[in-house]
C-alpha cells in the first residue's frame, strides 16, 4: 500500500499536522503505534521507551497491508528512531521499511523546549532538551539518509513553513 511517512519525534505534533492536512485534502491517517495496537500489542502511549522494537516494525507492516483505503492517500505518522527502555536513541534499520510502498517523506521537526513541554503536559514525563535535540537529530539524519538511499522525496516541514508548501508536495 502507497504511503507517505510522516517522522518526527514524539511531542513534534505530527498528529495535529495530519488532522490539520485532512481539512484541505483527501488523506486519512494512522500511526505506526495505532498499527502495532492493532495487531494485538498493547501499547502505553505515555512511556516513549520501546521494548521489542524490531518484533514491533514487522507487527505494523503486516496491519499496514490490511488497511482499506478506497482512492484516499495514507499519511503513516511514525519514526526513523526510538528511544529504548534504557533512553538509548536507537535509529531503526532501514530494513524495517522494506516491502512498504514509501511514496514520499515528511520529516517534522519543532523547537526541543516546545516538545518537553508537550510531552510533560500530554504524558506526564520530563525528557531533557538534550536528549530531545540529539533525538530529533537523529531522526532527521535518518530521514534524510533513507530518503537518498531510496530516492524518496523529503520535505523538511515545521510550523514556520507555509501551509500551502507541504499540501503542494502531498498532492504532486
Same mark, same amino acid.
Given at each position: 500500500? %502507497?504511503?507517505? $511517512?510522516?517522522?518526527? #519525534?514524539?511531542?513534534?505534533?505530527?498528529?495535529?499536522?495530519?488532522?490539520?492536512?485532512?481539512? $484541505?485534502? *483527501?488523506?486519512?491517517?494512522? +500511526?505506526? +503505534? *495505532?498499527?502495532?495496537?492493532?495487531?494485538?500489542?498493547?501499547? *502505553? +502511549?505515555?512511556?516513549?521507551?520501546?521494548?521489542?522494537? +524490531?518484533?514491533? @516494525?514487522?507487527?505494523?507492516?503486516? %496491519?499496514?497491508?490490511?488497511?482499506?483505503?478506497? #482512492?484516499?492517500?495514507?499519511?503513516?505518522?511514525?519514526? !526513523?528512531?526510538?528511544? *529504548?527502555?534504557?533512553?538509548e #536513541?536507537?535509529?531503526?534499520? !532501514?530494513?524495517? $521499511?522494506?516491502?512498504?510502498?514509501?511514496?514520499k517523506?515528511?520529516?517534522?521537526?519543532?523547537?526541543?523546549?516546545?516538545?518537553? %513541554? =508537550?510531552?510533560?503536559? =500530554?504524558?506526564?514525563?520530563? &525528557?531533557?532538551?538534550?536528549?530531545?535535540?540529539?533525538? @530529533? !537529530?537523529? %531522526?532527521?539524519?535518518?530521514?534524510?539518509? &533513507?530518503?537518498?538511499?531510496?530516492?524518496?522525496?523529503? $520535505?523538511? &516541514?515545521?510550523e514556520?513553513?507555509?501551509?500551502?508548501?507541504?499540501?503542494? !508536495?502531498?498532492?504532486?
Amino acid at each position: 500500500m %502507497e504511503y507517505i $511517512f510522516l517522522s518526527g #519525534i514524539h511531542g513534534v505534533g505530527k498528529s495535529t499536522l495530519a488532522k490539520e492536512l485532512k481539512s $484541505f485534502i *483527501d488523506i486519512k491517517s494512522i +500511526s505506526v +503505534s *495505532d498499527l502495532i495496537r492493532q495487531a494485538g500489542k498493547k501499547l *502505553d +502511549s505515555s512511556n516513549k521507551k520501546t521494548e521489542n522494537i +524490531s518484533q514491533n @516494525q514487522e507487527l505494523w507492516k503486516n %496491519e499496514l497491508n490490511n488497511l482499506e483505503l478506497g #482512492i484516499s492517500k495514507l499519511l503513516l505518522d511514525g519514526h !526513523f528512531c526510538l528511544l *529504548d527502555v534504557k533512553r538509548e #536513541i536507537t535509529p531503526l534499520p !532501514f530494513t524495517t $521499511f522494506e516491502n512498504t510502498d514509501m511514496t514520499k517523506i515528511i520529516f517534522m521537526k519543532n523547537n526541543p523546549t516546545i516538545i518537553r %513541554e =508537550r510531552l510533560l503536559k =500530554r504524558d506526564g514525563t520530563d &525528557y531533557p532538551i538534550k536528549l530531545l535535540e540529539n533525538l @530529533q !537529530f537523529c %531522526e532527521m539524519q535518518q530521514a534524510m539518509k &533513507y530518503s537518498t538511499e531510496k530516492g524518496i522525496n523529503l $520535505f523538511i &516541514y515545521d510550523e514556520k513553513h507555509p501551509l500551502s508548501e507541504l499540501l503542494n !508536495f502531498i498532492t504532486n
